[in-house]
C-alpha cells in the first residue's frame, strides 16, 4: 500500500478539484440559466488537470524514484492515479449531482428536449447519475493516461542525465 501512497493522494485531491470544479459550474450559472454552455465550460477543467498531474508525477519523481523517472515509470503512476479517480467516481458523482446540483439532471434533459437535441426517452437515458458515474469513469481513466503520458515525457529524465550521474557516482 505504501507503494502506492502518491497515487492515492492525488487520485484523491482530482477527485476533490472535481467537486470543487462541479461547485463553481454551479455557482456560474452552468447548470441552469447557462446549462447550453455546460459542456464547454466542463471542457476547461482540463488545465487545472494538467496541472494537478505535473504535480502528482514530479512528487512521484521526487520523493519514490530518487528524481530519476522513466516515462513509463510516469505513465504507470498516471494509471495508478486514473484507477483511483475512477475508484472514487460514484462517491464524487453522487456528491456532484444529489447535494451540490440536484437539479442539474433534470435542467440539462429540459434544454436537450426544448432545442430539439435530444427525444425526452433519450435525453432521459443519457443525463442521470448512472451515466454520469460511468461517463467520469470513462473520461478519468483515457484523460488520466493521456495527460499523465504527456506529463510523463515533459519529466522524465533524460538517459544522457542517468548516465553522466551514474558515470559520476
Known amino acids: 500500500m505504501k507503494k502506492f501512497a502518491i497515487e492515492i493522494k492525488w487520485g484523491i485531491i482530482i477527485s476533490v478539484a472535481q467537486l470543487l470544479w462541479m461547485l463553481l459550474e ?5 447548470h ?15 488545465f487545472p488537470l494538467f496541472l ?7 512528487n ?5 524514484y530518487n528524481n530519476e523517472m522513466t516515462w513509463m515509470q510516469g505513465v504507470t503512476t498516471s494509471i495508478g492515479i486514473a484507477v483511483v479517480v475512477a475508484l472514487l467516481s460514484p462517491f464524487s458523482q453522487f456528491i456532484s449531482y444529489e447535494i451540490v446540483s440536484p437539479s442539474y439532471f433534470e435542467n440539462m434533459v ?3 428536449v ?27 481513466l483515457s ?27
Open 110 to 112: 429540459n434544454y436537450m
Open 114 to 140: 426544448s432545442t430539439n437535441k435530444f427525444t425526452m426517452e433519450t435525453a432521459q437515458n443519457n443525463f442521470n447519475l448512472s451515466s454520469a458515474i460511468w461517463q467520469n469513469i470513462s473520461s478519468g
Open 143 to 169: 484523460s488520466g493516461l493521456v495527460v499523465g503520458a504527456l506529463i510523463a515525457y515533459f519529466l522524465r529524465t533524460k538517459k544522457t542525465d542517468i548516465n553522466q550521474t551514474n558515470t559520476n557516482n
Open 60 to 64: 512521484k519523481k521526487k520523493a519514490y
Open 26 to 30: 454551479k455557482q456560474l450559472g452552468y
Open 52 to 58: 494537478i498531474y505535473y504535480f502528482a508525477l514530479y
Open 32 to 46: 441552469d440559466e447557462k446549462i447550453k454552455w455546460h459542456m464547454l465550460f466542463s471542457l476547461l477543467f482540463i
